[in-house]
């Protein structure tokens, strides 16, 4: 009995081990991030999600395209990358895009200080001559080994669809649909309506119409796409802009949500969704529809078709996730307990 129970221990030591190897020899999921921040607050969220998931070790996030053609947003990106350790990283910008319009929080953070000092000390802008945002994701994509690459777009899909429509250049010979097909293993997006509980087209879709029609019908990658209806049922809480933060007024995240709208209130964390579904898949934080294929028609609005051939899929909440996948993804924002 006690040689069964010796066999019985080492074999569990032997597992455990082996377990810890795997976890620590494991490489970082690959990330490139395209947003609209600027536009509304869920986009700044989802970005330090991605930040702390990086600062835990979980990705790397190779770069980050911009689909706002504003010149703040540069500066905004830029100064709070930097603000969090990330100076330099990759910046891509849609040239002669969609909402120009400088909104309600990029400003007041930008010319925010604390004891006479800019919270945000951006490097970057519009002078700079960023590289195109479908260019600079051709060249990360590039470099990256094949089916490797998580890509995650959260706002109008300027850059996403010009990067399907590109051509063999300089950086690659192969075409952006190929580029992708090659290296991309998961095109994650914040885009469209999958219930019949709302009916409108939905803002991220009819803002480019023609890039995301282009890029859902080009895709050929598996594509996760989390509806509005997703995030309208997650209300962010503004408890924790006020207090897991520190001083409110000293942090750029806290400053820009604040500026965003009248305080108090909860936002909808519909870009946060596709983040946290891109990341961490085996997680179960929300369930995959069917295999299908999503149109979009000229509208804006987005019908799914089931199909065991299609490569798209949508979130689904069910009520029973609501809270603790809501906690989970304020964990992620926050940076507490990353790690479960």
């Known amino acids: 009995m006690k040689r069964?129970?010796?066999?019985?221990?080492?074999?569990?030591?032997?597992?455990?081990?082996?377990?810890?190897?795997?976890?620590?020899?494991?490489?970082?999921?690959?990330?490139?991030?395209?947003?609209?921040?600027?536009?509304?607050?869920?986009?700044?969220?989802?970005?330090?999600?991605?930040?702390?998931?990086?600062?835990?070790?979980?990705?790397?996030?190779?770069?980050?395209?911009?689909?706002?053609?504003?010149?703040?947003?540069?500066?905004?990106?830029?100064?709070?990358?930097?603000?969090?350790?990330?100076?330099?990283?990759?910046?891509?910008?849609?040239?002669?895009?969609?909402?120009?319009?400088?909104?309600?929080y990029l400003l007041p953070t930008l010319h925010a200080k604390v004891n006479g000092f800019p919270v945000l000390k951006p490097v970057r802008s519009i002078e700079s001559k960023l590289p195109e945002g479908y260019k600079?994701?051709?060249?990360?994509?590039?470099?990256?080994?094949?089916?490797?690459?998580?890509?995650?777009?959260?706002?109008?899909?300027?850059?996403?669809?010009?990067?399907?429509?590109?051509?063999?250049?300089?950086?690659?010979?192969?075409?952006?649909?190929?580029?992708?097909?090659?290296?991309?293993?998961?095109?994650?997006?914040?885009?469209?309506?999958?219930?019949?509980?709302?009916?409108?087209?939905?803002?991220?879709?009819i803002s480019d119409l023609e890039a995301a029609k282009t890029t859902f019908a080009k895709c050929p990658v598996k594509l996760i796409a989390s509806g509005w209806e997703v995030g309208n049922k997650l209300l962010y809480p503004h408890q924790s802009i006020l207090n897991d933060f520190g001083n409110p007024n000293k942090n750029p995240l806290c400053i820009a949500y604040q500026s965003y709208m009248k305080m108090p209130y909860d936002r909808q964390t519909w870009d946060l969704t596709s983040v946290l579904d891109a990341i961490e898949p085996d997680k179960n934080w929300f369930l995959h529809s069917p295999k299908g294929t999503i149109s979009i028609d000229n509208d804006g609005k987005t019908t799914f078709v089931e199909s065991e051939t299609g490569m798209h899929q949508y979130l689904i909440i069910p009520e029973e996730k609501v809270q603790k996948t809501l906690e989970t993804l304020v964990n992620r924002v926050t940076g507490k307990n990353n790690k479960k």
């Open 136 to 205: 600079l994701i051709r060249k990360l994509l590039a470099g990256q080994p094949d089916t490797s690459v998580l890509l995650i777009a959260v706002g109008p899909l300027t850059n996403i669809g010009r990067l399907m429509n590109s051509q063999a250049d300089e950086i690659s010979p192969l075409t952006g649909v190929e580029l992708v097909r090659k290296k991309v293993k998961l095109f994650s997006t914040m885009a469209g309506l999958y219930t019949n509980v709302f009916d409108f087209p939905e803002w991220n879709v």
């Open 4 to 104: 069964i129970a010796f066999i019985l221990l080492l074999l569990i030591t032997f597992e455990i081990s082996n377990t810890a190897e795997a976890s620590k020899n494991k490489k970082p999921a690959t990330v490139i991030f395209d947003t609209d921040a600027g536009n509304d607050i869920d986009d700044v969220l989802a970005l330090q999600m991605l930040l702390n998931y990086e600062k835990a070790g979980k990705i790397k996030l190779l770069g980050v395209t911009i689909c706002k053609s504003n010149p703040n947003t540069i500066k905004f990106l830029d100064g709070y990358c930097r603000y969090n350790n990330r100076k330099n990283i990759p910046l891509g910008y849609a040239y002669n895009g969609v909402t120009p319009e400088d909104g309600t």
